[in-house]
């Protein structure tokens, strides 16, 4: 390229960023969230940067149009994936961190997404098996961590035991019938008894040690079965609307750059169920309404704070607003049906009791972590009023991400107990909604418009 070309690329690139800004903003947030991640407790610096993040994804959920320019979002990818990769370096100290797993994803990734931004669609096959090897490379890692030794982290320990409990025929939330010592790094530690994840994640977790041998394999699957989905459903959308870019090969770079990947699967971090459901949502969203709703149903289900997010559904811009609404809520409470039909009070005591009546921590990834301490009536309160607010530019699947990415967000910024977990959640929904921004001619208009003009 000669330097007037390269000049006029140029300034088309930044006339493009200021017609959205919002998509610059969507790049800084899951870039200061990627690589803040490798800290093994909070500092003002780390709060400080996650705070700017969530202000940043409520600002890109109010301002971001319905679709954006693939190849300005593959620079955004790019952006954000050098973000997290620089935080790593600069950052990395956390003693428990598998190093070389970790560095030589990020070197191969980091390869893959700056091919993919100026190899061009030339190199494309080179690229793709490129992505390919840095999805099997996640893969690989992600499933040996799955039949590592047993570690003594509670969200494993209370997989297993709830296994136990289904294998002898007792409910894993009725009191006393699995015991497990809270895992805090910084205070005196508590006894949990009873199982105090969603039904949903039990069946998936516990099923999981069950079926598998493991509880950390319904992690595993869910998260690279994830990775390799959003592959395949960004370079079919790209395909179909005819852009000649690499913008599915640049959001696997950014996915699989992320270095809390490997870390949620050993523990058994529940956020990973959430995550294909929640795909599937954006994917389905302007196509098949019903559908889409019902994915997100599921998705609420299986973590307690999505409860601050169900309100966005009641204020979507289009005429499917309350089928949506009512096929989300019943799909979610259907999962609960089983056990509050066992033991409805020890559901109760598992999956809300539990949960209000625990102290800060002082390792959290929150305020609460630099000793802000924040009312939780208030924390909901906040997260409720503003998915209200975004809900009304949710009109496409990753807008749909944008807006539950920017509330989950802004509810664990302010929480008492936030960690690094919903922190990766939050991350790989951005970058998700980079992937699935560019969409379909068919899909670029909200459902109602559309509907109106068949």
């Not at 790209?238 to 523990?267: F, Q, R, S």
Request: overall charge positive; hydrophobic content about 55%.
């Amino acid at each position: 390229m000669t330097v007037p070309g390269l000049r006029q690329s140029l300034r088309s690139f930044w006339s493009d960023i200021r017609a959205d800004k919002g998509l610059l903003l969507l790049g800084i947030a899951i870039g200061l969230i990627g690589g803040t991640m490798i800290e093994e407790r909070a500092s003002w610096l780390t709060i400080s940067l996650l705070g700017i993040a969530t202000a940043a994804l409520v600002a890109c959920g109010l301002i971001i149009r319905r679709g954006w320019d693939s190849r300005v979002t593959a620079a955004v990818a790019v952006g954000a994936l050098t973000l997290i990769v620089a935080g790593t370096v600069v950052r990395f100290s956390a003693s428990y961190l598998n190093v070389p797993e970790i560095l030589v994803t990020q070197v191969l990734a980091s390869t893959l997404g700056i091919g993919a931004l100026l190899a061009g669609v030339g190199r494309r096959r080179q690229l793709r098996l490129l992505a390919v090897v840095v999805l099997v490379l996640v893969s690989f890692y992600g499933f040996r961590f799955s039949v590592q030794e047993p570690i003594d982290i509670d969200v494993y320990l209370l997989h297993e035991a709830a296994a136990d409990a289904l294998r002898d025929g007792q409910n894993p939330y009725t009191t006393g019938n699995v015991q497990v010592l809270e895992s805090l790094r910084f205070d005196e530690k508590d006894l949990i008894l009873e199982y105090t994840y969603p039904p949903l994640t039990l069946v998936a977790y516990a099923g999981s040690s069950i079926l598998l041998g493991d509880s950390r394999f319904a992690g595993a699957i869910a998260i690279v079965g994830s990775f390799w989905l959003v592959f395949a459903l960004v370079g079919r959308r790209e395909k179909a609307a005819g852009h000649a870019t690499n913008l599915d090969l640049a959001i696997v770079a950014l996915l699989c750059v992320n270095p809390m990947n490997y870390l949620m699967i050993y523990p058994a971090w529940t956020e990973a169920i959430a995550l294909p459901f929640l795909i599937l949502a954006a994917a389905f969203w302007t196509k098949r309404p019903l559908l889409a709703a019902a994915m997100l149903g599921l998705a609420f289900a299986t973590k307690q704070y999505f409860i601050v997010v169900a309100p966005l559904l009641f204020l979507l811009p289009d005429e499917y607003r309350w089928k949506r609404a009512v096929m989300a809520v019943c799909v979610a409470a259907a999962t609960f049906v089983p056990f509050l039909l066992w033991d409805a009070r020890g559901l109760w005591a598992g999956v809300v009791e539990h949960h209000l009546t625990r102290s800060p921590r002082a390792d959290a990834a929150t305020v609460a972590g630099v000793d802000i301490i924040i009312p939780t009536i208030f924390t909901v309160l906040v997260a409720v009023a503003v998915a209200l607010v975004l809900s009304r530019r949710v009109a496409t699947g990753g807008q749909l991400l944008i807006a539950i990415g920017a509330v989950v967000a802004l509810f664990t910024f302010l929480s008492v107990r936030g960690f690094r977990n919903t922190w990766w959640l939050v991350a790989v929904l951005g970058t998700v909604a980079l992937g699935f921004g560019q969409a379909l001619e068919a899909e670029s208009e909200p459902v109602e418009v559309r509907a109106r003009s068949a």
